[in-house]
């Protein structure tokens, strides 16, 4: 229940965020917080899955090396 009321918190703290930014007109920003805010709930919810995030990374880095021409 504590997991759930936390995100339920964290998503009403994007809302409230990103409804600042697009009513100031800080497209960038707006852009930037929602990737940002895009990964961490994705490593969350990997964290709360049971993935060690070391493990995967470990695993994509080859292919991220691999597109980015690294």
């Given amino acids: 229940m504590l997991m759930v009321s936390f995100l339920l918190f964290m998503i009403a ?4 965020q990103g409804y600042q930014l697009y009513t100031k007109g800080e497209r960038r920003d ?6 940002l805010w895009a990964v961490a709930t994705v ?15 470990r695993h ?11």
């Fill in 13 to 16: 703290m994007a809302a409230i």
């Fill in 30 to 35: 707006l852009i930037v917080f929602a990737a």
């Fill in 43 to 57: 490593a969350g919810a990997l964290t709360v899955a049971g993935v060690k995030l070391s493990t995967l990374l």
């Fill in 60 to 70: 994509l880095m080859p292919t991220v090396q691999r597109l980015t021409g690294g």
